[in-house]
T-cell receptor, first 114, second 114 residues
């Protein structure tokens, strides 16, 4: 299995621009998570989906952030407009159908907003 | 609300020393799951172990061992005879039964000096 695939691996953008991060979960996994990692705040859960439906988006920092999961094999996290404080590593993770199983993480997208 | 505390921010040990990483958790549930993940310098998050709240047996996997004590709400991780390749950030995490949401601690950065 190829694991969780995220793209791009690195993104540098100017403040005010729209940024879209992409994630392909492991085939057969039915839960998908978006995390943000910064030095100051550690690993924060932004949103998670179960069977393509958003279950908990309480971690999404602002309305500038939005996430979609149009099908079981693809999800996006969009930031519009981006700000320098959004600079972080964004991880996508997926878990299998069994409850409380471990999450498998992608390699992350390092976002830098200048 | 669930919470995970990793009080040790950074630890340095000399190669071949044993090291224990502490993890203390808070939850109101009687059924919950605990995890440890490793994040090497390359950045990916690697799953190490999952333990449910009904299984207090300690576990050993090679040089790694985990001590789960419900009485003190702790799930500590020991590396025996540490190696340079063990240098990484280690995260402890918690999820409550029936929920896929995982709460991570702030991580402990381990540096193993040759």
């Amino acid at each position: 299995d190829a694991g969780v695939i995220q793209s791009p691996r690195h993104e540098v953008t100017e403040m005010g621009q729209e940024v879209t991060l992409r994630c392909k979960p492991i085939s057969g996994h039915n839960s998908l998570f978006w995390y943000r990692q910064t030095m100051m705040r550690g690993l924060e859960l932004l949103i998670y989906f179960n069977n393509n439906v958003p279950i908990d988006d309480s971690g999404m920092p602002e309305d500038r952030f939005s996430a979609k999961m149009p099908n079981a094999s693809f999800s996006t996290l969009k930031i519009q407009p981006s700000e320098p404080r959004d600079s972080a590593v964004y991880f996508c993770a997926s878990t299998s159908r069994a409850p409380n199983t471990e999450a498998f993480f992608g390699q992350g997208t390092r976002l830098t907003v200048v | 609300a669930q919470k995970v505390t990793q009080a040790q921010t950074e630890i340095s040990v000399v190669e071949k020393e044993d090291v224990t990483l502490d993890c203390v958790y808070e939850t109101r549930d009687t059924t919950y799951y605990l995890f440890w993940y490793k994040q090497p310098p390359s950045g990916e998050l690697v799953f190490l172990i999952r333990r449910n709240s009904f299984d207090e047996q300690n576990e050993i996997s090679g040089r790694y061992s985990w001590n789960f004590q419900k009485s003190t709400s702790s799930f500590n991780f020991t590396i025996t005879a540490s190696q340079v390749v063990d240098s990484a950030v280690y995260f402890c995490a918690l999820s409550e039964s029936g929920y896929q949401k995982v709460t991570f601690g702030t991580g402990t950065k381990l540096q193993v000096i040759p």
